[in-house]
């Protein structure tokens, strides 16, 4: 299986008085259409999860709705809590082997510093130190159902690294 770690794409600024509920604050244009470019490069590589499950915040479900749009599977995209920021990887781990079991590749969509701790949870079992920049998708790949510290890290992309 290959989990896809994402962080969500460039929003609006964190206490922009436009935005009192954090929870509602959106991507930016700009931010779309870079993510969207982004994933288009990506997915003309392989990049095609069948499933992505996010963080309920609407900038998280604005950049898996992009996602969800560009890839050929056109994956169903499922809010899960277990994303929020302070995301809990022991449940969303017991919700997917409850209800997933054998998907190929999973994406995850979340909030930093949560995208760089899961994933360096699978990678390291939380000993690897990994930052996340806004729009970053990461791959790790896992013989099987991902368990902490067995993962690969397969690649890392951000936009900048892709020249988008």
Not at 63 to 73: F, I, P, Y
Not at 122 to 139: D, E, Q, T
């Amino acid at each position: 299986m290959i989990v896809y770690i994402i962080r969500h794409a460039w929003a609006g600024h964190a206490g922009d008085p436009a935005w009192p509920d954090d929870f509602q604050r959106p991507l930016t244009p700009e931010g779309r259409k870079r993510f969207r470019r982004m994933t288009e490069l990506l997915a003309s590589r392989g990049f095609n999860p069948e499933l992505i499950l996010t963080s309920p915040l609407v900038r998280c479900r604005q950049t898996a709705d992009v996602l969800a749009e560009v890839v050929a599977r056109q994956p169903a995209v499922i809010e899960r809590e277990e994303l929020m920021p302070g995301a809990d990887l022991d449940l969303l781990l017991s919700w997917m082997e409850r209800e997933v079991r054998h998907g190929e590749q999973i994406a995850w969509v979340g909030h930093a510093p949560d995208t760089g701790m899961l994933a360096s949870e699978l990678i390291s079992g939380g000993r690897a130190g990994l930052r996340f920049a806004k729009g970053a998708v990461a791959a790790i790949g896992f013989d099987g159902f991902p368990e902490p510290g067995r993962g690969e890290l397969r690649w890392l992309a951000t936009a900048k690294t892709v020249g988008v």
